[in-house]
């Protein structure tokens, strides 16, 4: 069992930064995949990035590609999600997603993910 805590969120201006992480504990997340998703209030659950096991490649959604980064820190048993150019529709509950699989293909459905956190409020003001 991967327990996850997602912790770094907060209230910005639009333009702003924060760096968002995602401690897992239970057992190492060596070989998982780990992911990024966000819920605005009113919609559903989108995917954001996901970061690849095998060789840390890194995948995001063409709403934040550029402006947000995706890493881990296999040592600490952490996943970073760096958020830059903050914009208010960027405002939404983030939250980090873990699997098991190590697979070539990119994971970027909520239902391919087993453990999730309980997630961070990231609210940008304009």
């Known amino acids: 069992q991967v327990q996850l805590v997602e912790s770094g969120g907060g209230l910005v201006q639009a333009g702003g930064s924060l760096r968002l992480s995602c401690a897992a504990s239970?057992?190492?997340?060596?070989?998982?995949?780990m992911g990024w998703f966000r819920q605005a209030p009113g919609k559903e659950r989108e995917f954001v990035a996901t970061?690849?096991?095998?060789?840390?490649?890194?995948y995001y959604a063409n709403s934040v590609k550029g402006r947000f980064t995706i890493s881990r820190d296999n040592a600490k048993n952490t996943v970073y999600l760096l958020v830059n150019s903050l914009k208010p529709e960027d405002t939404a509950v983030y939250y980090c997603?873990?699997?098991?699989?190590?697979?070539?293909?990119?994971?970027?459905?909520?239902?391919?993910?087993?453990?999730w956190g309980q997630g961070t409020q990231v609210t940008v003001s304009s």
């Open positions: 239970g057992r190492t997340t060596n070989g998982y995949t």
């Open positions: 970061i690849r096991w095998s060789d840390g490649s890194t």
């Open positions: 997603a873990a699997d098991p699989k190590s697979t070539i293909a990119f994971l970027t459905l909520q239902t391919s993910y087993r453990y």
